[in-house]
């Protein structure tokens, strides 16, 4: 298998690439697909420490999915508990769009 930190890197492009298109007025079904997906995720993440600590951070921190910007400041706070964990630096949140969506200015 992928070792820890590339299938993190991917994972993460794909989970904020995930959120840069979810809809910005999300109807009831697509709330709860989102939410079933990311708990099935954090269920089959193949990093079984990552997983269970990204389980417990669920729990705790109950997915928001009212909207585009809700999910992907939700994610984008999920993935600084982990940087935070690691010793890496936090990622300012409102950059969010501009980093996984609209891409930087320069
Ligand atoms: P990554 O953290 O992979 O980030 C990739 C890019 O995302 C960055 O370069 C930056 O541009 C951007 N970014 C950074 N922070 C944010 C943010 N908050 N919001 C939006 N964009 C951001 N590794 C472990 O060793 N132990 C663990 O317990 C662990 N748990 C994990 C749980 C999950 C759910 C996932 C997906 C990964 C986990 N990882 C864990 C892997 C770890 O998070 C990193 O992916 C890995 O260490 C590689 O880090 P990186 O420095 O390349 O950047």
Same mark, same amino acid.
């Given at each position: 298998?992928?070792?820890?930190? *590339? @299938?993190?890197?991917?994972?993460?492009? +794909? +989970? #904020?690439?995930?959120?840069?298109? /979810?809809?910005?007025?999300? *109807? *009831?079904?697509?709330?709860?697909?989102?939410?079933?997906?990311?708990? @099935?995720?954090?269920? +089959? /993440?193949? !990093?079984?420490? !990552?997983? $269970?600590?990204?389980?417990? /951070?669920?729990?705790?921190?109950?997915?928001? *999915?009212?909207?585009?910007?809700?999910?992907?400041?939700? @994610? !984008? $706070?999920? #993935?600084? $508990?982990?940087?935070?964990? +690691?010793?890496?630096?936090?990622?300012? !949140?409102?950059?969010?769009? $501009?980093?996984?969506?609209?891409?930087?200015?320069?």
């Amino acid at each position: 298998p992928a070792d820890v930190e *590339t @299938l993190g890197r991917s994972t993460w492009t +794909l +989970l #904020h690439s995930i959120a840069a298109t /979810y809809p910005t007025t999300p *109807t *009831t079904t697509e709330q709860s697909d989102i939410k079933n997906f990311m708990r @099935l995720f954090a269920k +089959l /993440y193949p !990093c079984w420490v !990552c997983a $269970e600590d990204f389980q417990k /951070y669920i729990e705790k921190e109950k997915i928001r *999915t009212q909207s585009r910007d809700e999910f992907g400041n939700w @994610l !984008c $706070e999920a #993935h600084n $508990e982990v940087n935070k964990k +690691l010793g890496k630096p936090t990622f300012d !949140c409102s950059k969010w769009q $501009e980093r996984w969506r609209t891409g930087w200015k320069d």
